[in-house]
């Protein structure tokens, strides 16, 4: 069992940064590839970014590919999602999910999720 709980959220104008973070509790964690999620209001939760179980293999969505990077220390238990250059159109509300299979992108494939933090970037 693995219990995620995000934070960093926050409001951020056009071309700014934040960093997002995912604590997980549980012997485990180094068991699981953690993945970043978001979803927008009116729209399907969509897939950000993800990390393998070591931390030595990383996946982006092409939307992000170059401003975000997904980091992880098992030591600590956590995951990190760095924003830069934030857009309008990265306002969601992001998610981590822990999951058995390695770098997917699929929703269905993440057993364990956090509540979310709202991230709003403003023009």
């Known amino acids: 069992q693995v219990q995620l709980v995000e934070s960093g959220g926050g409001s951020v104008q056009a071309g700014g940064s934040l960093r997002l973070s995912c604590a997980a509790s549980g012997r485990t964690f180094s068991s699981f590839a953690v993945g970043w999620f978001r979803q927008a209001p009116g729209k399907e939760r969509e897939f950000v970014a993800t990390i393998s179980r070591s931390g030595s293999g990383t996946y982006y969505a092409d939307s992000v590919k170059g401003r975000f990077t997904i980091s992880r220390d098992n030591a600590k238990n956590t995951v990190d999602l760095q924003m830069n250059s934030l857009k309008p159109e990265d306002t969601a509300v992001y998610y981590c999910?822990?999951?058995?299979?390695?770098?997917?992108?699929?929703?269905?494939?993440?057993?364990?999720w956090g509540q979310g933090t709202q991230v709003t970037v403003s023009s």
């Open positions: 999910a822990a999951g058995l299979v390695v770098t997917t992108t699929v929703v269905s494939t993440y057993n364990y």
